[in-house]
């Protein structure tokens, strides 16, 4: 209906302005007789009347009085052309920029939105420093779709986040086993508090000097002491092991692993199980386990502390399809498994096999807990506690 009218009033005032502009058009012709008009086919007559025609003032009047006439006539169709161009080109930006939009991350932050278009803009460089929604400054590379997610939404994987934040008390050990470069540890760091500690497992030397750069950040702004860095890789056995990296990895610096089959360039690193790490006593309140499908390893050089229940809660990545050797050996050990999802409201942790609404982007991300009723308390209330600034 609007686009029925629009049209119909250009073409209205196209009339009007090809009248204006035909009529002007007019005036500005000398006036010639039938037979000046005969004349006008030898050639090069048209050529001489020119020539020998200059306008006089009257008629250069009346050209200008005609050009002022035309430009009138055509200003109401420049607008609306402009409005209906305007419109259009919102219309599409609706349509591609709205679907990013309608995420918690932009819902629970609306000044994200102002950033996110800015950083459309702005692509960043291999180094920004960016504030965590916890509040917590941290340096990323802008290139990196770890560092990429953190400029344009504030925080990646903000489920993950999430998870730790309502299983984590204050006071307790708390372990990023796969540290990168530190934006797990620094939700730890925020949940424990400053009675809390944890320890950032990160054995690629590539990542350790910008993992070491963020927790000298938070220790000298928000005095957080309380982050060890642990540049060793967790594994099933004491000693040292082929770390590879994928060449893809400077897009994204996740895609390192101890895993055999890897294609890339490898380094060597060292090697300690979780149990030799932790001794016969320490208990830890909450693990985030993602180490590129190294994670049943890891759980193997942890089977003293599991069985003794000194792990609470297990945040783990498994891309692998149900049950998989790691959740098969979770279980083993007394673990109930949830499978961990994104809402628009809050984050869901439903048992596996049931389906609810979630973000398909979302990646395989599961809770392992000792304490079914508590997870499952702390996963009821709705709202993103990750994206409040504490």
């Not at 005969?38 to 020119?50: D, H, T």
């Not at 360039?265 to 030799?276: E, F, H, I």
């Not at 390893?297 to 297990?314: K, N, Y």
């Amino acid at each position: 209906m609007l686009f029925g009218r629009l049209s119909s009033h250009l073409s209205h005032v196209g009339e009007k302005v090809l009248f204006a502009i035909v009529s002007t058009r007019r005036s500005w012709l000398p006036r010639v007789s039938r037979s000046s008009r005969c004349r006008a086919l030898a050639p090069g007559y048209l050529v001489e009347q020119e020539a020998r025609h200059q306008p006089s003032s009257c008629e250069r009047t009346q050209r200008r009085r005609g050009q002022q006439s035309a430009l009138k006539g055509l200003r109401p169709v420049l607008r609306i052309l402009a409005r209906s161009s305007l419109k259009s080109q919102l219309e599409r930006s609706s349509r591609v920029i709205l679907p990013h939009l309608v995420k918690p991350e932009y819902l629970f932050r609306p000044t994200q939105v102002g950033r996110r278009v800015w950083h459309q803009i702005d692509k960043g460089g291999p180094v920004e420093r960016a504030v965590l929604p916890w509040g917590a400054p941290v340096i990323i590379d802008a290139a990196d779709n770890i560092g990429k997610a953190v400029w344009t939404r504030g925080v990646y994987d903000l489920v993950v986040a999430e998870a730790l934040f309502r299983l984590t008390d204050a006071g307790e050990l708390a372990l990023d086993v796969g540290g990168n470069v530190g934006l797990m540890s620094g939700a730890l760091a925020c949940a424990v508090g400053q009675a809390g500690c944890v320890v950032s497992f990160e054995p690629n030397p590539v990542l350790i000097p910008r993992l070491q750069k963020n927790i000298d950040l938070w220790r000298r702004q928000l005095n957080w002491n309380h982050i060890e860095l642990a540049q060793i890789a967790l594994s099933a056995s004491n000693g040292e092991a082929q770390l590879t990296m994928r060449a893809d990895f400077s897009e994204n610096n996740g895609l390192a692993s101890l895993e055999p089959g890897w294609q890339g360039a490898t380094v060597k690193v060292a090697t300690s199980t979780l149990d030799s790490f932790l001794g016969g006593t320490r208990f830890v309140g909450t693990m985030k386990l993602d180490v590129e499908g190294h994670e049943y390893s890891v759980l193997l050089g942890a089977q003293s502390a599991l069985s003794d229940g000194r792990v609470r809660d297990i945040v783990f990545e498994d891309h692998g399809s149900y049950p998989t050797s790691t959740m098969q050996l979770l279980k083993t050990y007394g673990y109930e498994i949830f499978r961990l999802r994104k809402g628009l409201r809050g984050p869901l942790l439903t048992p596996i096999g049931v389906n609810k609404l979630y973000f398909s982007a979302d990646p395989p991300n599961y809770v392992a807990t000792k304490d079914a009723t508590r997870a499952t308390s702390r996963f009821a209330p709705k709202g993103w506690q990750a994206l409040r600034r504490r």
